[in-house]
């Protein structure tokens, strides 16, 4: 495996890191300050749009879906070091448009959707005109075992229709989300994973009910935030299935395998900056009569949280480099293990660097609590850690029979 990267990545490191010191770094309090001024689910700060134009206007735009004339034509790989860099800053995944839920919903459309499907959503996704969701995660249920979900999608006609409710649909508060991917039964009495299917269900269709946007430790995530929503009786035309009946579990592994990469990508470019954020503050500070710096106990927190993020990012490599060489299903366990590994490290490095920081790490005047409770939600999001665990503790059984 070498892990070197190429001239291209190179130069794509270079002017990503450049564009996020000209323009995002200085502009994030400017998001903060204009989301607050309006509701925080009515309105897009319009910073936000200024800089996706101007990413575009320098191609650093849809860097993500390998293998697909619609991206970048990047592999995994080498996407990685670029989605770590966006992943400094909460607002930069969206300016580049690679920010989640989209980035895996584009992916099930351009593997999975039919041409029509395409045209209608993948394009203006790719366009950055809309914004989606992904209705997978029940309320009722463990979800963490998709075969217990219970929203139905029943064929009527020419229409399918659902009813059920969703939970944590992240995106659905976002006024520019036209579009969900609902995961639901359709054949109960078919084999356990061939018994759900996924549609495409516009946000305006009668019968969609937004009951509630669920806060994170007390963070709203506006203007995108997580949605509880009602589907009572929603009738879509039987066109807005994707791939066929009883696919859903089959497209569900498709779009997580990128999906917890790029999270993993991500989160090691947060857990970087609150690196550096605490390498700067105990730099600055004193006490006890010498700086903090010079305190060993901070020597170590500087040193294991070097180490850590190293190993985080050369066994993210190592799954993404499977992924493009032998394929996501033969990478399962490396995914599967990055999956618990990152998300654990950075909350690790993140904790560090609040208890450097003292009194100001907890509140909101830095970024390190909002941080800290983003990235715990990932060891939820797309399975929980014991999930993946289970998994790859099975696949390491087998190898030993």
Known sequence: MNFEYTEKVQELQHRLEAFMEEYIYPNESMYEEQLNKEDRFSTVPPIMEELKQKAKEKGLWNLFLPESEYGAGLTNMEYAPLCEIMGRSHIAPEIFNCAAPDTGNMEVLERY?????????????????????????????????????????????????????????????????????????????????????????????????????????????????????????VRVPASNLIWGEGKGFAI??????????????????????????????????????????????????????????????????????????????????????????????????????VQAFGAAGVSDDYSLAAKWANIRTLRLADGPDEVHRRAIAKYELRKNH
């Open 113 to 233: 959707g039919t041409d029509e499907q395409k045209e209608k959503w993948l394009k203006p996704l790719l366009d950055g005109e809309i914004r989606s969701c992904f209705s997978m995660t029940e309320p009722d249920v463990a979800s963490s075992d998709a075969t217990n979900i219970r929203t139905s999608i029943v064929r009527d006609g020419d229409e399918y229709v659902i009813n059920g409710t969703k939970w944590w649909s992240s995106g659905a508060g976002d006024p520019r989300c036209k579009i969900a991917i609902v995961m639901g039964k359709n054949d109960p009495e078919a084999p356990k994973h061939e018994q759900q299917s996924m549609i495409l269900v516009p946000l305006d269709t009668p019968g969609v009910h937004i009951k509630r946007v669920l806060p994170v430790y007390g963070y709203d995530h506006a203007p995108h935030g997580h949605a509880e929503i009602e589907y009572d009786n």
């Open 252 to 353: 569900a592994q498709g779009r997580l395998g990128p999906g917890r990469i790029h999270h993993c990508m991500r989160t090691i470019g947060a857990a970087e900056r609150a690196l550096e954020d605490m390498c700067t503050r105990v730099k600055e500070r004193e006490a006890f009569g010498k700086r903090l710096s010079d305190q060993g106990v901070i020597q170590e927190w500087i040193a294991d949280s070097r180490i850590e993020i190293e190993q985080a990012r050369l066994l993210t490599l190592k799954a993404a480099y499977m992924m493009d060489t032998v394929g996501n299903k033969e990478a399962k366990a490396e995914i599967a293990m990055i999956k618990v590994v990152a998300p654990n490290m950075a909350l690790k490095v993140i904790d560090r660097a």
